[in-house]
């Protein structure tokens, strides 16, 4: 069975960084065919994709995190990785990785990892 345990999540003030990992287990060799993506939810509203990484080729984010975040993997480790840097208030959500597929997801959901920006 496939499990995807996110971590690196904490409080952190304006202006710092976080590196959130994603550590998938039960994939085999699909985790370095599949492309990743990291997700958040903030309370209230929906959850977002803000960031992708294909098996091979470029990485994509969302606008709101354009410049500020960088998704890297290492599939000798099934991992995903989200440097977060100049963090904002609207940061705050918890953070899921997945691998993106049309409109749903490839893998059943983490369980998150809690990201707060706040002063």
């Known amino acids: 069975q496939v499990q995807l345990v996110e971590s690196g999540g904490g409080l952190v003030q304006p202006g710092g960084s976080l590196r959130l990992s994603c550590a998938a287990s039960?994939?085999?060799?699909?985790?370095?065919?599949?492309?990743m993506g990291w997700y958040r939810q903030a309370p209230g509203k929906q959850r977002e994709l803000v960031a992708t990484i294909p098996s091979r080729g470029s990485t994509n984010y969302a606008d709101s995190v354009k410049g500020r975040f960088t998704i890297s993997r290492d599939n000798a480790k099934n991992t995903v990785y989200l440097q977060m840097n100049n963090l904002k208030s609207e940061d705050t959500a918890v953070y899921y990785c997945?691998?993106?597929?049309?409109?749903?997801?490839?893998?059943?959901w983490g369980q998150g990892t809690q990201v707060t920006v706040s002063s």
């Open positions: 997945n691998g993106p597929r049309g409109a749903g997801v490839v893998f059943d």
């Open positions: 039960g994939t085999g060799s699909i985790f370095s065919i599949v492309g």
